[in-house]
């Protein structure tokens, strides 16, 4: 009856991790710095928070110049971390393009079609992003390896910090797992 | 439903998602479908041939009915009637 009462419990601690392993829910891993990416990371995103689906960001190495605000400055930096900070993009509207980027004419041109094609902006997409619930979770590591301070982050609603494990176990329980 | 019965039908609600490309239409109508009462007919309206293959599978996740398309001039007006 014990080894019974045993199996059971075995079981139905594997359904519910087989159930949670199929939540309507998206993950994506943002790894890439380029405007495009982002941008595609974005639209993904909307799309899924649309159809009601829980969406999970999680911003790592250079899509972590998207989240820095233009406006924001951090102060006591060492000389690295400033470097850093001087040669990497300033915000999502300094993004370059993986290709076509001609020395930041190809992002000139893109936002020019997109305005004229009546595509939602990149800050229009991160507003939306944000009424719509969508999650971002910044690396905690990657802020610390490139020297970014927290204050030079953006406002967004629902942001917050975490580490690979974070993502990993949310990762796991989404049914839609994307590394871009 | 036939292109007749389509026209015929009064939407209660109508969103004019013309101006705006993938993925706005369809941020547009999930905005839009909180303002109407359950078996309402809604339309959206939008230049986008890609959103008139989203909105039917939009429906099909919610629950919502998809009730058709119509082509108008450079522009498509889809149906769907709330859950």
């Not at chain 1, 820095?68 to 400033?82: G, L, N, Q």
């Not at chain 1, 610390?144 to 953006?154: A, R, S």
């Not at chain 2, 209660?12 to 359950?38: F, H, Q, W």
Request: net charge positive; hydrophobic share 45%; glycine share 8%.
């Amino acid at each position: 009856m014990a080894q019974l009462q045993k199996e059971i419990d075995a079981l139905s601690k594997k359904v519910t991790m087989l159930e949670n392993s199929r939540k309507d829910q998206l993950s994506i891993a943002v790894v890439s710095g380029d405007f495009d990416k982002i941008l595609a990371s974005m639209v993904i995103a909307l799309a899924a928070a649309a159809n009601d689906t829980q969406v999970k960001l999680f911003f790592s190495f250079w899509a972590l110049s998207a989240l820095r605000d233009e406006k924001k400055k951090a102060k006591s930096k060492d000389f690295i971390s400033r470097m850093f900070g001087v040669m990497l993009p300033k915000g999502r509207n300094k993004l370059g393009l993986s290709n076509l980027n001609m020395m930041g004419m190809g992002p000139v041109m893109i936002k020019h079609l997109m305005r004229k094609k009546n595509v939602l902006s990149i800050d229009r997409m991160f507003k939306e992003a944000g009424e719509l619930g969508i999650e971002i979770t910044i690396c905690e590591m990657s802020m610390d390896l490139m020297g970014f301070k927290k204050e030079e982050i953006i406002d967004y609603p629902n942001l917050r910090y975490a580490g690979a494990s974070t993502f990993v176990n949310e990762g796991l329980e989404s049914s839609m797992q994307l590394f871009i | 439903m036939t292109n007749e019965e389509l026209s015929a039908l009064s939407a209660a609600k109508s969103v004019d998602a013309r101006g705006t490309a993938c993925p706005g239409p369809l941020l547009e109508a999930k905005k839009a479908i909180g303002t109407i009462a359950s078996g309402e007919v809604m339309e959206i309206l939008s230049a986008d041939e890609g959103t008139r293959v989203d909105i039917p599978k939009w429906c099909a996740k919610q629950g919502h009915e998809y009730l058709g398309t119509l082509e108008e001039n450079g522009y498509y007006k889809i149906f769907m009637k709330k859950k």
